[in-house]
């Protein structure tokens, strides 16, 4: 029997203050009941079913299942069987929190309803990570009831735990085959020989919720004078060993920010990673950061639970924020751990594909409404959600076929030497990226060298190629090249970019359209994914609002028809390509771009003319090569929009900048376009929206990421945010 795929949407329902914050309406999930078949598709044999308490008891004595009954009878069609899940995070609906007296009976009271509601589901998690979420609402303070104390956490802890023993107890008098599927964050804590106690405390601690329920937390189990100190009664701790209540299915959750390291040279680190135990104070940082040795992660956790419990195991959570081929790689690398734990002859059940629409601002821990998004195996920027290459990952792993994508040959970004931010314990472990390259024309040109930088960050293979390498009009010399490298995929930044010159250069349509066709010919041919890009110049400014994909394309100047005459080829000849509109870019690592030209000339004190009638899309160039790349790794093809999204003149964009930088403003000179000396035409107004999917930031967020890097942070530190 293969290992099984399951799912699940990221379905936190947690409270801060006074407000609830919902994951599933912000991802659409709650709205779109074709979710469920796109979930089926994938081959997922079980859906970890959000059948929240909070979202189905809102107010007292009142059950509303118009949500979840339509939603469980489609999975009964669909035949995929559901995990149902009661709380998520929470601390329950208002009237009740994770230190209530009461909160243990009031769960079981809401299990008991959904089970006779639903008798036929076969599998329930009561509370998912009750140890992780009693940490955080008592311990630490992030959610509600934001306790700070152990007697709080061990409170929350026990009441969860309770309420899982009254909850299963309630349903299994429904159902009395009912499965309790128990999930738990099991980070693992490495240190300093200095901090040695703290981090076996901190290891024993990851497995208090387990160890409860089946029974193992006795006089002398390690946790006991802990527990009894900070406010369990012996009664209480008792009646988990006279009572246990063990996880048909023990559910791992592991994620690279659990897996820490302590460091009591606080020195080494910012404050903000520096704490203590009223012992000794110490810096908490990622083990990943530090770690010479590369983290086991999701083997080692496996294969320490089986051993120490004896009991069925599966990863019930599997989810990376990051880029779309780091995610392809967490993914991979957790089910050929399940593989391998299995092959030992340990019973290992499932893989789940978890935050399979995405989530929303985990990067604040859900305390704030910032909108950060992290797509997951659909893309719910796009209506309807586009799917992305983890989902054509998950499907080939559920059907038992050999993942194919070419993304997948280099490690992952914790299993490299840049991973390291600070002094590294122990030797350092890296591996090395492999597999078949892309291949990045344009060496010269500002978009070549960021695609180039940005690879380079994201752990995927590449050669970038001057003409002499590969003069992409050149038939013989594309073949030729292809031959050498054999690349998987084609980034084609090159190309003619003097606007004014292309009115009377005979050389620009050389690089504009021949160049872009002979590419596509040769991979279509091939079967080599081709990325290129048009320009925005491709529009006459003849509407109000921004242009979408499918606008109709009328150009003004040479250089516009140029781009356009190349996309209808490309496309023509290969209907599988990449084909990117964008617009002026500006970025940290050249010096020719308005943006940075602008602000130079501020500095210096003098006067900078900017058009005030012609509006445009400005894009940082950071943004956008991440973009692209994301869209040519899903297998994206046809034309899209990539800009940031916002519109501005010329001359605002100088504005932004100025404030932005603390310069003078008043120095910036809006003046007519036609003022300025240009020789071709430009469209009154060209900037761009998509249709197909907002895949890219605000101007506003892009210009701030650009302004921090001209003040001092570095390039680098621009990349940073994809990679953690």
């Given at each position: 029997?293969?290992i099984?795929?399951?799912a699940?949407?990221e379905?936190?329902?947690?409270?801060?203050g006074?407000?609830?914050k919902?994951q599933?309406?912000a991802?659409?999930f709650a709205?779109?009941?074709?979710?469920?078949?796109?979930l089926a598709?994938l081959?997922?044999?079980?859906?970890?079913?959000?059948?929240?308490?909070e979202r189905?008891e809102?107010e007292?004595?009142?059950?509303?299942?118009?949500?979840s009954?339509?939603?469980?009878a489609?999975?009964?069609e669909l035949?995929?069987r559901?995990i149902?899940?009661?709380?998520?995070?929470?601390?329950g609906?208002a009237w009740?929190d994770?230190?209530?007296?009461?909160?243990?009976?009031l769960?079981?009271e809401?299990?008991?309803?959904?089970?006779q509601?639903?008798p036929?589901?076969d599998?329930?998690?009561?509370?998912?990570?009750?140890?992780t979420?009693?940490?955080f609402?008592?311990?630490?303070?992030v959610?509600?009831p934001?306790r700070?104390?152990d007697e709080?956490?061990v409170?929350?802890?026990l009441n969860e735990?309770?309420g899982?023993?009254?909850a299963?107890?309630?349903i299994?008098?429904v159902?009395?085959r009912?499965?309790?599927v128990?999930t738990?964050?099991?980070?693992?804590?490495t240190?300093s020989?200095?901090?040695?106690?703290?981090?076996e405390?901190?290891?024993l601690?990851r497995w208090?919720s387990?160890d409860?329920?089946t029974?193992?937390?006795?006089?002398?189990h390690?946790?006991w004078?802990y527990?009894?100190k900070?406010?369990?009664?012996?009664?209480?701790?008792?009646?988990f060993?006279?009572?246990?209540?063990p996880?048909?299915?023990v559910?791992?959750n592991?994620?690279l920010t659990?897996e820490?390291?302590?460091?009591e040279r606080?020195e080494?680190?910012?404050p903000?990673?520096?704490g203590?135990n009223g012992?000794?104070?110490?810096?908490?940082?990622?083990?990943?950061r530090?770690?010479?040795a590369i983290?086991?992660?999701f083997?080692?956790?496996?294969r320490e639970t089986?051993q120490r419990?004896g009991?069925?195991?599966a990863?019930?959570?599997v989810?990376?924020?990051?880029?779309?081929?780091?995610q392809?790689?967490?993914?991979?690398?957790a089910?050929?751990?399940a593989e391998n734990v299995?092959?030992?002859g340990?019973?290992v059940?499932?893989?789940t594909?978890w935050?399979?629409f995405g989530?929303?601002?985990?990067?604040?821990?859900?305390?704030?409404?910032?909108?950060?998004y992290?797509?997951?195996?659909?893309?719910v920027?796009?209506d309807p959600?586009?799917?992305?290459?983890?989902a054509?990952?998950?499907?080939q792993l559920?059907?038992g076929?050999a993942?194919?994508h070419?993304?997948?040959?280099?490690?992952?970004w914790?299993q490299r030497?840049h991973?390291i931010?600070?002094p590294p314990?122990?030797r350092?472990?890296?591996?090395?990226?492999?597999?078949?390259?892309?291949?990045?024309?344009?060496?010269?040109g500002?978009?070549?060298?960021a695609f180039?930088?940005?690879?380079?960050?994201?752990?995927?293979?590449?050669?970038?190629?001057?003409?002499?390498?590969?003069?992409?009009?050149?038939?013989a010399?594309?073949?030729a090249?292809?031959?050498?490298?054999q690349?998987?995929a084609?980034?084609?930044t090159?190309?003619?970019v003097?606007v004014d010159?292309?009115?009377?250069d005979?050389?620009q349509?050389?690089e504009?359209?021949t160049g872009p066709?002979?590419?596509?010919q040769a991979?279509?041919r091939?079967?080599?994914?081709?990325?290129?890009f048009?320009?925005?110049?491709?529009?006459?400014?003849?509407?109000?609002?921004?242009?979408v994909?499918g606008?109709?394309a009328?150009?003004l100047?040479?250089y516009?028809?140029?781009?356009?005459e190349?996309?209808r080829?490309m496309?023509?000849?290969?209907r599988?390509a990449l084909v990117?509109?964008?617009?002026?870019?500006?970025?940290?690592?050249?010096q020719?771009?308005?943006v940075t030209?602008?602000?130079a000339?501020?500095r210096?004190g003098e006067?900078w003319?900017?058009?005030?009638d012609q509006w445009?899309?400005p894009?940082y160039?950071p943004?956008l090569a991440h973009?692209?790349?994301?869209?040519?790794i899903d297998g994206?093809?046809?034309?899209?929009?990539?800009?940031?999204r916002?519109?501005v003149?010329w001359?605002?964009?100088a504005?932004?900048?100025?404030?932005?930088?603390r310069?003078?403003a008043g120095?910036v000179q809006?003046?007519?376009?036609?003022s300025?000396?240009?020789?071709?035409r430009r469209?009154?107004?060209?900037?761009?929206?998509?249709?197909?999917?907002?895949v890219m930031?605000?101007?506003?967020e892009?210009?701030s990421?650009?302004?921090?890097?001209?003040?001092g942070?570095?390039a680098r530190?621009?990349?940073?945010p994809a990679?953690?």
């Amino acid at each position: 029997m293969r290992i099984e795929l399951w799912a699940g949407p990221e379905c936190t329902v947690n409270r801060v203050g006074d407000r609830f914050k919902d994951q599933l309406p912000a991802s659409g999930f709650a709205h779109r009941i074709d979710d469920l078949d796109r979930l089926a598709s994938l081959g997922a044999t079980r859906l970890r079913f959000p059948l929240v308490w909070e979202r189905t008891e809102r107010e007292r004595g009142s059950l509303d299942w118009t949500w979840s009954d339509p939603r469980i009878a489609r999975l009964r069609e669909l035949n995929v069987r559901p995990i149902a899940g009661l709380l998520h995070h929470g601390s329950g609906p208002a009237w009740t929190d994770l230190l209530d007296p009461a909160f243990p009976e009031l769960l079981a009271e809401y299990a008991a309803a959904a089970a006779q509601r639903y008798p036929d589901i076969d599998a329930w998690t009561p509370v998912n990570e009750p140890l992780t979420t009693a940490r955080f609402s008592g311990l630490y303070g992030v959610w509600y009831p934001h306790r700070r104390d152990d007697e709080s956490f061990v409170r929350a802890l026990l009441n969860e735990l309770r309420g899982t023993q009254l909850a299963m107890r309630a349903i299994r008098k429904v159902n009395p085959r009912a499965q309790l599927v128990q999930t738990e964050d099991l980070g693992f804590a490495t240190s300093s020989p200095r901090l040695a106690y703290q981090a076996e405390f901190e290891n024993l601690r990851r497995w208090l919720s387990f160890d409860l329920l089946t029974g193992r937390v006795d006089r002398q189990h390690g946790m006991w004078k802990y527990l009894r100190k900070h406010g369990a009664s012996e009664q209480e701790l008792l009646q988990f060993q006279r009572d246990p209540c063990p996880p048909d299915i023990v559910g791992i959750n592991s994620y690279l920010t659990s897996e820490r390291h302590l460091d009591e040279r606080v020195e080494l680190y910012p404050p903000h990673y520096v704490g203590g135990n009223g012992r000794d104070a110490y810096a908490d940082v990622e083990a990943v950061r530090v770690s010479g040795a590369i983290i086991g992660s999701f083997e080692a956790r496996l294969r320490e639970t089986s051993q120490r419990y004896g009991l069925p195991v599966a990863i019930t959570e599997v989810h990376l924020g990051c880029t779309r081929e780091e995610q392809l790689r967490w993914l991979h690398q957790a089910w050929r751990a399940a593989e391998n734990v299995r092959m030992e002859g340990r019973d290992v059940r499932a893989v789940t594909c978890w935050a399979a629409f995405g989530s929303f601002d985990w990067t604040s821990l859900v305390t704030r409404d910032d909108g950060h998004y992290e797509p997951g195996l659909w893309d719910v920027r796009s209506d309807p959600p586009r799917e992305t290459a983890l989902a054509g990952l998950a499907r080939q792993l559920a059907n038992g076929q050999a993942p194919t994508h070419p993304a997948l040959d280099s490690p992952g970004w914790w299993q490299r030497d840049h991973r390291i931010k600070f002094p590294p314990t122990g030797r350092l472990q890296a591996l090395p990226a492999r597999g078949r390259p892309l291949l990045i024309t344009g060496a010269t040109g500002t978009l070549g060298r960021a695609f180039a930088r940005v690879c380079e960050e994201r752990g995927l293979r590449y050669h970038l190629l001057h003409r002499a390498d590969m003069d992409v009009a050149d038939p013989a010399s594309v073949e030729a090249a292809l031959e050498h490298w054999q690349p998987w995929a084609i980034v084609n930044t090159a190309g003619f970019v003097r606007v004014d010159d292309a009115e009377d250069d005979a050389r620009q349509w050389r690089e504009n359209v021949t160049g872009p066709q002979v590419l596509a010919q040769a991979c279509a041919r091939q079967g080599i994914k081709l990325l290129s890009f048009s320009s925005d110049l491709v529009f006459d400014g003849g509407k109000d609002q921004p242009y979408v994909e499918g606008d109709r394309a009328a150009p003004l100047n040479a250089y516009g028809r140029a781009k356009r005459e190349a996309e209808r080829r490309m496309l023509a000849f290969y209907r599988g390509a990449l084909v990117v509109r964008t617009a002026a870019f500006f970025g940290p690592w050249d010096q020719h771009n308005f943006v940075t030209q602008a602000l130079a000339a501020l500095r210096r004190g003098e006067r900078w003319q900017a058009a005030q009638d012609q509006w445009v899309s400005p894009t940082y160039v950071p943004d956008l090569a991440h973009g692209a790349l994301d869209l040519l790794i899903d297998g994206e093809s046809g034309i899209w929009h990539l800009a940031n999204r916002g519109a501005v003149s010329w001359s605002q964009l100088a504005c932004m900048a100025a404030e932005g930088a603390r310069l003078d403003a008043g120095l910036v000179q809006a003046v007519p376009g036609a003022s300025l000396g240009w020789v071709a035409r430009r469209p009154r107004f060209s900037a761009l929206a998509s249709e197909r999917g907002l895949v890219m930031p605000t101007l506003e967020e892009g210009l701030s990421r650009y302004l921090a890097a001209c003040a001092g942070q570095g390039a680098r530190d621009i990349l940073e945010p994809a990679l953690s």
